[in-house]
């Protein structure tokens, strides 16, 4: 059975700290996608990375990062000098490809994040 | 433009009382999917549906749920008689897992 654990359920940064959330898996799979999505106060799921298990590039899109370690089933997002708006929960997301997507995808608690000004 | 729109926004019903969520997918896809959020919850997977049909459905989809496509677009979750539990919020995606979901803007629903 597939598994996403967030062990941090909420993180506290000042404004213009790097801070960075965890996610470990797991999965019997060999093929599987990993995801991080956004959710603001306001309530959507807003989609920020996909990510199969044959790319262990670590990747870039402005402030944030993520650095994905299949040795340690591990798939962490950064984000570089933190701004107010940053503030969300954040859940990362894991799917196996068995089943072509039936399967839909399993979410971890998610991580409260908050940036005080 | 959203890839997905839900309606209706929010929905307030008494126990017991049957509902009927609605997604609408701004372009055809081959996988939808209903997930359900309980306030401070994680997100949960209902049920995936393909060509029409219920693909993979989750221990949370029991007799009390149903989807169905009617009209060849609206793509509709039904609550028979919806209990206190059922009150969260119900997102509908599109996509697949080789590509990426989409995610609507979820109905929250509150049954008293």
């Not at chain 1, 954040?90 to 979410?107: H, M």
């Not at chain 2, 209706?8 to 009382?17: D, K």
């Amino acid at each position: 059975a597939q598994k996403v654990t967030q062990a941090q359920t909420e993180i506290s940064v000042v404004e213009k700290e790097d801070v960075t959330l965890d996610c470990v898996y797991e999965t019997r799979d060999t093929t599987y996608y990993l995801f991080w999505y956004k959710q603001p106060p306001s309530g959507e799921l807003v989609f920020l990375i996909r990510r199969n298990s044959f790319d262990e590039q670590n990747e870039i899109s402005g402030r944030y990062s993520w650095n994905f370690q299949k040795s340690t089933s591990s798939f962490n997002f950064t984000i570089t000098a933190s701004q107010v708006v940053d503030s969300a929960v954040y859940f990362c997301a894991l799917s196996e490809d068995e089943r072509g997507g039936a399967d839909g995808l399993t979410f971890g608690k998610g991580t409260h994040l908050i940036i005080q000004p | 433009e959203p890839e997905v729109t839900q309606t209706p926004s929010h929905q307030v019903t008494q126990m017991g009382q049957e509902v009927i969520l609605r997604c609408v997918p701004i372009s055809n896809h081959l996988y939808f999917y209903w997930y359900r959020q309980i306030l401070g919850q994680k997100v949960e997977f209902l049920v995936s549906f393909y060509n029409n049909e219920i693909s993979e459905k989750s221990e949370i989809f029991d007799d009390q749920f149903s989807v169905e496509r009617p009209d060849g677009s609206n793509f509709t979750l039904k609550i028979r008689s919806t209990k206190l539990e059922d009150s969260a919020m119900y997102f509908c995606a599109k996509g697949t897992v080789q590509e990426t979901q989409y995610f609507g803007p979820g109905t929250r629903l509150l049954v008293l």
